[in-house]
């Protein structure tokens, strides 16, 4: 039988994620596989978990990654928060807010939401005047809509939140790695995120935080948490302390990946891969509107990361795709919900975002829409 992988081209990820991987960490998935209990591999666990801390700001002591992607991480702090009948607000303007609440429903919340019409961002004031009239157990939003391009003003709806008992959850698949977050000094509670964005690891883990405040609702939890997989009381008796307990069989390898994406993050330095992320959205931005192309997104609610642009009138949109991918093999990916047909949405995330690629890019789509 032949072997279907000999075929795999390199294909350049300018979609929503994944984005393209680093030869590093492609090596590092190929390192030996160590045992889960293996002293070698706690050490691994251990950088893993400081890192992910500084990435975040945070002092949090939960701080681990979740065997699963990114949904994996919504998923569970949701499921670890939310007991049947709490009272959850969520900001939605886009899919991923839009999950949030298909998640909190199927665990019995009774959801709220504040809505903004997807390509906006979600109005501050809005959630003042909900905060004034309803006690909440959660404030749920995303921070990279990554389904519009839109960045949610997080820290500040983060100050509104601080004045209530509501516990503060973010989305931060899309923006970590790519954008500054900032859990304590924002006072978020509960965050995941994915490593498949802009940390360019393959999909299949879900960094995630709890602040003491998140951790304190867990542990005061009139019923079990329903779901044993996901169940942060019982993975942190893994994750922490000096005698670790099995729980389920870590995905070693996936870890050293992360691993090695993290360790790279930390000798470019943060701040460089974040200006490296500006940079080529802004020549991105610069080379697309040189091609009469407009953004769906205002200039200032724009992310680096994720540029949702507009199909233009007369352009088949899934033609131009299926050309870059076959021709130039250059992945982008397409408008969701009341967006499709009519965006591209094209990543520039981790590994994908040099100057070269979108370069290549750009020329690669000019003979496409020519
Ligand atoms: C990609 C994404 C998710 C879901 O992650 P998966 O890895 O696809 O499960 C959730 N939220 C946001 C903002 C995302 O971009």
Redesign the pocket.
């Known amino acids: 039988m032949k072997n279907l992988l000999k075929e795999i081209p390199e294909v350049l990820l300018m979609g929503?994620?994944p984005s393209s991987v680093h030869p590093d960490t492609y090596q590092a998935l190929a390192s030996s596989t160590l045992g889960h209990m293996d002293g070698d591999f706690i050490r691994i666990m251990d950088a893993i978990k400081e890192m992910l801390q500084r990435l975040m700001n945070t002092g949090n002591k939960l701080t681990l990654p979740i065997s699963g992607?990114?949904?994996?991480g919504?998923e569970t702090s949701f499921v670890n928060l939310v007991e049947r009948g709490d009272r959850v607000l969520i900001l939605v303007n886009g899919v991923?807010g839009t999950?949030m609440t298909d998640v909190a429903s199927r665990l019995g919340a009774d959801v709220d939401t504040v809505e903004a019409e997807w390509g906006t961002p979600i109005d501050p004031e809005k959630v003042a005047q909900k905060l004034k009239s309803g006690n909440y157990k959660i404030v749920a939003v995303?921070h990279?809509?990554?389904s519009t391009g839109v960045r949610n003003p997080v820290a500040e709806i983060g100050k509104l939140v601080q004045n209530t008992p509501s516990l503060y959850l973010v989305?931060g698949?899309?923006s970590l790695g790519g954008i500054p977050v900032k859990l304590d000094e924002w006072g978020v509670d509960a965050f995941y995120s994915?490593t498949?964005?802009c940390l360019s690891v393959p999909?299949g883990l879900a960094p995630v935080s709890f602040s003491d405040s998140a951790l304190d609702a867990l542990q005061s939890r009139k019923s079990k948490v329903p779901n044993w997989y996901l169940d942060l009381s019982m993975l942190t008796q893994y994750w922490e302390g000096k005698k670790r307990v099995y729980h389920h069989t870590a995905p070693i390898n996936m870890l050293y990946a992360l691993y090695q994406s993290l360790l790279l993050l930390e000798e470019e330095g943060t701040e460089a891969a974040f200006a490296r992320h500006a940079h080529c959205h802004t020549r991105l931005a610069e080379g697309l509107s040189k091609l009469g192309l407009q953004m769906l997104v205002e200039e200032k609610y724009r992310l680096p990361m994720l540029n949702a642009v507009v199909v233009p009138e007369g352009v088949d949109e899934a033609g131009v795709r299926n050309r870059l991918r076959s021709e130039f093999k250059i992945e982008i990916g397409a408008g969701l919900g009341p967006l499709a047909g009519k965006v591209w949405r094209i990543g520039v995330m981790g590994h994908t975002a040099h100057e070269e690629n979108i370069d290549y890019f750009l020329d690669s789509l000019k003979k496409c829409i020519a």
């Open positions: 929503p994620g992607t990114g949904s994996a919504m991923f999950r995303v990279a809509e990554t989305d698949v899309t994915g498949q964005k999909p």
